[in-house]
T-cell receptor
């Protein structure tokens, strides 16, 4: 069975601080995919990144960076110099590699960036 | 680019009423999904479809039905609305190509059963 744990329910930071959102996953598959989605207060789900299990390179996109470590089954997300517009709920998700892509979502981390 | 379109955006139902949540996508994706999101929780899969005429149950299918007569449309039906079905419903679609393409989500339907 697949499982995604986002232990941080809510985080508050002051603008310009760095913040890391934790994601720990469980799967028996050797090939799988990890995702992060952002859900701003308006409610839509916005895709941020996809990573497959064979690619452990860290990725940076502007102020966002992701650290994937298979040894600890973690896929953490860091926002550098946070901004008020980063305030949202962030979901980590895990998918198997084939078929209809069964996706298991974590319960989300609500990030509040205080001006 | 319309993407995935859900209607209505909001709806209030009385217990026992029925309704259909509409979902349509214009990306020619074969795979479509319905999720529900309860407060403070992640998304739970209700039903999914891998193509026209093919549907299957997800984690929480009880109380719902779906159909997939065309590639574009994937409506979700509640036959006898119950308070436990108060939730936000998201429809998603995906290109079944390689490398597990991400799902594209609609903006959601907020449903309250009173």
């Amino acid at each position: 069975a697949q499982k995604v744990t986002q232990a941080q329910t809510e985080i508050s930071v002051v603008e310009k601080e760095d913040v890391t959102l934790d994601c720990v996953y469980e799967t028996r598959d050797t090939t799988y995919y990890l995702f992060w989605y952002k859900q701003p207060p308006s409610g839509e789900l916005v895709f941020l990144i996809r990573r497959n299990s064979f690619d452990e390179q860290n990725e940076i996109s502007g102020r966002y960076s992701w650290n994937f470590q298979k040894s600890t089954s973690s896929f953490n997300f860091t926002i550098t110099a946070s901004q008020v517009v980063d305030s949202a709920v962030y979901f980590c998700a895990l998918s198997n590699s084939g078929g209809y892509q069964k996706v298991t979502f974590g319960t989300g981390t609500k990030l509040q960036v205080i001006p | 680019n319309a993407g995935v379109t859900q209607t209505p955006k909001f709806r209030i139902l009385k217990i026992g009423q029925s309704m259909t949540l509409q979902c349509t996508q214009d990306m020619n994706h074969n795979y479509m999904y319905w999720y529900r999101q309860d407060p403070g929780m992640g998304l739970k899969l209700i039903y999914y479809s891998v193509g026209a005429g093919i549907t299957d149950k997800g984690e929480v299918p009880n109380g719902y039905n779906v159909s997939r007569s065309t590639t574009e449309d994937f409506p979700l039906r509640l036959e006898l609305a119950a308070p436990s079905q108060t939730s936000v419903y998201f429809c998603a679609s995906r290109d079944p190509g390689p490398n597990n393409q991400p799902q594209h989500f609609g903006d959601g339907t907020r449903l309250s059963i009173l």
